[in-house]
């Protein structure tokens, strides 16, 4: 069983600054692309970043410039440093690791989500 655990989240003033965390625990084999989503009230889903395990990183056109993603392997933790934070980047932001737990088996694995509120 693989579990992603989020912190970081919070109510921030536009302009200011939070970094997100997500840490994987359990039966990790191997970890391939590790990546941020996020959701606003009344919309779907969107993918805001995303880093191999080789530390290749892309990002949404809204967040380039102002987010920057990482990943530390030893600890099967991807962050998510948010600058220049905007009204509009509030939303739930989640986690999502492609895990492999053993040879063979690989499936995506997400967090439970962690708020990011900015306030104008």
């Known amino acids: 069983q693989v579990q992603l655990v989020e912190s970081g989240g919070g109510l921030v003033q536009a302009g200011g600054s939070l970094r997100l965390s997500c840490a994987a625990s359990?039966?990790?084999?191997?970890?391939?692309?590790m990546a941020w989503f996020r959701q606003a009230p009344g919309k779907q889903r969107e993918w805001v970043a995303s880093?191999?395990?080789?530390?290749?990183?892309m990002y949404a056109d809204s967040v380039k410039g102002r987010f920057i993603i990482s990943r530390d392997n030893a600890k099967n933790t991807v962050f998510l440093q948010m600058n220049s934070l905007k009204p509009e980047d509030t939303a739930v932001y989640y986690c999502k690791m492609v895990v492999t737990v053993r040879v063979g088996h690989r499936d995506d694995y997400w967090g439970q989500g962690t708020q990011v509120t900015v306030a104008s």
């Open positions: 880093i191999t395990s080789s530390g290749y990183t």
């Open positions: 359990g039966s990790t084999f191997s970890i391939g692309v």
